[in-house]
């Protein structure tokens, strides 16, 4: 591991090829030197301090991957290849998804600042659960759909689906999201999907870093749902703008991301304004309607595209997607090299500003990741 000296505020970041990587401030009480050495520890249990910088003043840690290690694993901050790289070098038997989402947030070309080491392994620990819980999410596609599991959901139209007495918010939601544990799909829009699954994974991390806020939680889920806006804005930090863009290909696992869909036609289609995924890592995206399936970024933007080819009206004149026409153009652009390099060039430019169908593709500017949950530092506040 490398000592960044003198260099570990933003001025020396911006000199390291864009890399900003982590501040990790102390903790109150916490010893001097005890959050770098826990740090230190992570690096070294992953196999991965010989790829770090760090600097500890005293109030905080700067860290961040070195400029030859970025170029290496992550160049042009492309993380979708970052799992493999690591992987080509591993001699150790750590948890390879943790792995990936330290160095990515090493490398990241925007700081991530948290008030301790605590915060830190705590945000790890969500990131982990959330791309493992997307993983095993499999349901039906029903942007209007009304269905939970009987047995311990319940809904109301002003609070939304709310549990039944004494049913626990942790295995609820996952009956409701994973059919290896219920053995049936429910169904979601992709935008409810993805609050589902982030709940599931702050609540995990709950048990080990806030079990208080976890009981919170439980009590807010017996009255009323936090959902769409009203989610956002309480568990959920949005990192880049549209003025500073995260790099196209810059993905950490358990990101929640939205591909836009750039075609003013068929985004009138209920459910297809966008697609709303989290990164699993490895280069995939979740496929919450066919999770053995995941996607790449490729073919992800490419689905997207030929939502503008199967848009129909049905016989009351409503607009609606035809997925077989979609699973059709899809199997044939990815067949054909050049039809598929056309797509993408306009595919993967940033999307447009909303409400504006011009030039822009899918990509959007910013990712999300949960807020901070530990006793003291955490940014959740339930509305009640």
Not at 12 to 32: K, T
């Given at each position: 591991m490398r000592d960044l000296g003198n260099a570990g505020g933003s001025g020396g970041a911006a000199?390291?090829?864009?890399?900003?990587?982590?501040?990790i401030g102390r903790a109150g009480g916490e010893r001097p030197g005890a959050g770098a050495a826990a740090l230190r520890a992570r690096l070294q249990r992953l196999g991965i301090e010989r790829f770090a910088e760090l600097h500890d003043d005293g109030d905080a840690i700067a860290c961040r991957l070195a400029a030859d290690a970025a170029h290496a694993l992550l160049p042009g901050h492309d993380t979708l290849q970052l799992a493999?790289?690591?992987?080509?070098?591993?001699g150790t038997d750590a948890d390879p998804l943790e792995r990936e989402i330290v160095v990515a947030l090493l490398a990241s070309p925007q700081e991530f600042a948290y008030p301790s080491h605590?915060?830190?392994a705590a945000?790890?620990?969500?990131?982990?659960?959330?791309a493992a819980a997307a993983a095993k999410t499999a349901l039906c596609f029903d942007p209007r759909g009304i269905e939970r599991p009987a047995c311990c959901w319940t809904y109301r139209e002003d609070t939304g689906f709310t549990l039944l007495p004494g049913q626990p918010l942790i295995p609820s939601l996952r009956k409701a999201t994973q059919p290896d544990v219920s053995g049936k799909c429910?169904?979601?829009?992709?935008y409810r999907a993805t609050e589902y699954v982030?709940?599931?994974g702050i609540a995990e991390a709950l048990q080990e870093f806030n079990p208080v806020l976890l009981r919170q939680l439980q009590r807010q889920w017996e009255t009323r749902a936090i959902m769409s806006g009203r989610f956002h804005d309480t568990f959920l930090h949005e990192y880049g703008s549209m003025a500073t863009p995260l790099p196209a290909r810059y993905y950490v696992p358990g990101?929640?991301?939205w591909f836009r869909n750039p075609d003013a036609h068929s985004s009138d289609a209920p459910g297809y304004e966008g697609s709303w995924v989290i990164y699993l890592g490895g280069g995939l995206f979740s496929n919450f309607w066919q999770r053995d399936r995941p996607y790449t970024l490729a073919g992800k933007c490419i689905e997207v595209y030929h939502w503008r080819h199967?848009?129909?009206r049905d016989d009351d004149g409503e607009l609606q997607i035809d997925e077989t026409v979609v699973e059709a153009r899809v199997r044939q652009s990815l067949a054909d090299p050049e039809a598929s390099a056309a797509i993408l060039a306009a595919m993967l430019r940033y999307r447009d500003p909303q409400g504006v169908y011009a030039d822009g593709g899918c990509i959007d500017s910013t990712r999300e990741c949960p807020r901070r949950i530990c006793p003291g530092t955490a940014d959740i506040v339930l509305p009640g």
């Amino acid at each position: 591991m490398r000592d960044l000296g003198n260099a570990g505020g933003s001025g020396g970041a911006a000199q390291n090829s864009g890399v900003r990587g982590l501040r990790i401030g102390r903790a109150g009480g916490e010893r001097p030197g005890a959050g770098a050495a826990a740090l230190r520890a992570r690096l070294q249990r992953l196999g991965i301090e010989r790829f770090a910088e760090l600097h500890d003043d005293g109030d905080a840690i700067a860290c961040r991957l070195a400029a030859d290690a970025a170029h290496a694993l992550l160049p042009g901050h492309d993380t979708l290849q970052l799992a493999e790289r690591l992987a080509a070098g591993d001699g150790t038997d750590a948890d390879p998804l943790e792995r990936e989402i330290v160095v990515a947030l090493l490398a990241s070309p925007q700081e991530f600042a948290y008030p301790s080491h605590a915060e830190f392994a705590a945000a790890v620990g969500i990131r982990r659960n959330i791309a493992a819980a997307a993983a095993k999410t499999a349901l039906c596609f029903d942007p209007r759909g009304i269905e939970r599991p009987a047995c311990c959901w319940t809904y109301r139209e002003d609070t939304g689906f709310t549990l039944l007495p004494g049913q626990p918010l942790i295995p609820s939601l996952r009956k409701a999201t994973q059919p290896d544990v219920s053995g049936k799909c429910y169904a979601f829009s992709c935008y409810r999907a993805t609050e589902y699954v982030i709940l599931l994974g702050i609540a995990e991390a709950l048990q080990e870093f806030n079990p208080v806020l976890l009981r919170q939680l439980q009590r807010q889920w017996e009255t009323r749902a936090i959902m769409s806006g009203r989610f956002h804005d309480t568990f959920l930090h949005e990192y880049g703008s549209m003025a500073t863009p995260l790099p196209a290909r810059y993905y950490v696992p358990g990101d929640r991301v939205w591909f836009r869909n750039p075609d003013a036609h068929s985004s009138d289609a209920p459910g297809y304004e966008g697609s709303w995924v989290i990164y699993l890592g490895g280069g995939l995206f979740s496929n919450f309607w066919q999770r053995d399936r995941p996607y790449t970024l490729a073919g992800k933007c490419i689905e997207v595209y030929h939502w503008r080819h199967a848009a129909r009206r049905d016989d009351d004149g409503e607009l609606q997607i035809d997925e077989t026409v979609v699973e059709a153009r899809v199997r044939q652009s990815l067949a054909d090299p050049e039809a598929s390099a056309a797509i993408l060039a306009a595919m993967l430019r940033y999307r447009d500003p909303q409400g504006v169908y011009a030039d822009g593709g899918c990509i959007d500017s910013t990712r999300e990741c949960p807020r901070r949950i530990c006793p003291g530092t955490a940014d959740i506040v339930l509305p009640g």
